[in-house]
């Protein structure tokens, strides 16, 4: 149990569907991050927030759209997606940005059919 | 940029063998150096990490040694256990807020 949870688990979506990721954590973190995990890819960092607010946006496209309504919840709003946008999207929370340590949710798993 | 380079996998060892997973990066400034561990079906863990150079990083049986004139941080474990199958990330730090992640190495330990 790493204090961050995901939901769902797994998911599967038509292009023309709109669903959402969610992420919680009840560390006290005051920053949260969605990564995205390909295959043979490294690890790519999407979005950053701290203090709810988005510090960071690596040039994702807009058919992905966070939201951080408070410290302890971010989600990831999915809509118009692309096969090639099938992948495990990993939640994390670290006490502050540019803190070392972050701890890793589960993931959701994605197919985009 | 800052950038790591993992030896890419699989890895299949016999349990009790001896692991390496080769780590280099490539980074400006003196950056932090990580591993992190990824079981199947769960999110990354952190299992070892340096902060700076000749620094030594160690938990459960695994090391990690910060080698500044190799840019190297390789992974090693003296006697590796079927428990020990996961995916193994290297990362690095730098001076912005950014984890680096290598590709991941996946270990296979048979019994």
């Known amino acids: 149990e790493t204090g961050v949870t995901q939901t769902p688990r797994h998911l599967v979506m038509g292009m023309t569907n709109k669903k959402s990721l969610k992420c919680e954590q009840h560390?006290?973190?005051?920053?949260m991050y969605w990564y995205k995990q390909s295959a043979k890819k490294p690890l790519e960092l999407m979005f950053v927030?701290?203090?709810?607010?988005?510090?960071e946006n690596n040039s994702v496209p807009s058919r992905f759209s966070p939201e951080c309504p408070n410290s302890s919840h971010l989600f990831l709003h999915l809509h118009t997606l692309q096969p090639e946008d099938s992948a495990l999207y990993l939640c994390?929370?670290?006490?502050?940005?540019?803190?070392?340590?972050?701890?890793f949710g589960q993931g959701t798993r994605l197919t985009v059919v | 940029g800052d950038s790591v380079t993992q030896m890419e996998g699989p890895v299949t060892l016999s349990e009790e063998a001896f692991l390496t997973i080769n780590c280099t990066y490539t980074?400006?400034?003196?950056?932090?150096l990580f591993w992190y561990v990824q079981y199947p079906g769960e999110g990354l863990q952190l299992l070892l990490k340096?902060?700076?150079?000749?620094d030594k990083g160690s938990n459960k049986g695994f090391e990690a040694t910060y080698r500044k004139e190799t840019t190297s941080f390789h992974l090693e474990k003296g006697s590796v256990q079927v428990s020990d199958s996961a995916v193994y990330f290297c990362?690095?730090?730098?001076?912005?807020?950014?984890?680096?992640f290598g590709t991941g190495t996946r270990l296979a330990v048979r019994p």
């Open positions: 994390a929370s670290s006490r502050r940005t540019g803190y070392t340590e972050a701890f």
């Open positions: 560390l006290g973190h005051n920053a």
């Open positions: 927030y701290s203090l709810e607010e988005r510090v």
């Open positions: 980074a400006t400034g003196y950056p932090s």
């Open positions: 340096a902060t700076k150079a000749d």
């Open positions: 990362a690095l730090k730098s001076s912005g807020d950014k984890l680096t």
